[in-house]
Nanobody, 126 residues
Framework: QLQLVESGGGLVQPGGSLRLSCAAS????????ITWFRQAPGKEHEGVSC????????RSADSVKGRVTISRDNAKNTVYLQIHSLNTDDTGVYYC???????????????????WGQGTQVTVSS
């Protein structure tokens, strides 16, 4: 069964950090671009950060630029998202998604992704 499973979310104080994981099963992650999206309460999904299949290209949203590091360990079939200096605007459910066509470049357009995880909740609060 093809699957993406996110983990690493939780409650964190403003200014803190988190590392989210996106583990793939049923397919080899290293053929695909992977993107992290998030959805805050009452808002649309927002692309957060994306990494190409080879790992040599990435893109991050302006709202998190300079505060996130996206990386992948293809041997572990996992993509990571490290977020620093968290603030309340970072609260939401974080999802990872696989771009439909292998080898495609980064994109924050949701319709080009065909496999999504169930999400992990991140809450930033004091």
């Amino acid at each position: 069964q093809l699957q993406l499973v996110e983990s690493g979310g939780g409650l964190v104080q403003p200014g803190g950090s988190l590392r989210l994981s996106c583990a793939a099963s049923g397919f080899a992650l290293d053929y695909y671009t992977i993107t992290w999206f998030r959805q805050a309460p009452g808002k649309e999904h927002e692309g957060v950060s994306c990494i190409s299949a080879s790992g040599d290209s990435s893109r991050s949203a302006d709202s998190v630029k300079g505060r996130v590091t996206i990386s992948r360990d293809n041997a572990k079939n996992t993509v990571y998202l490290q977020i620093h200096s968290l603030n309340t605007d970072d609260t939401g459910v974080y999802y990872c998604a696989r771009r439909r066509v292998s080898g495609s470049p980064c994109s924050f357009v949701r319709s080009v992704y065909d496999l999504w995880g169930q999400g992990t909740q991140v809450t930033v609060s004091s």
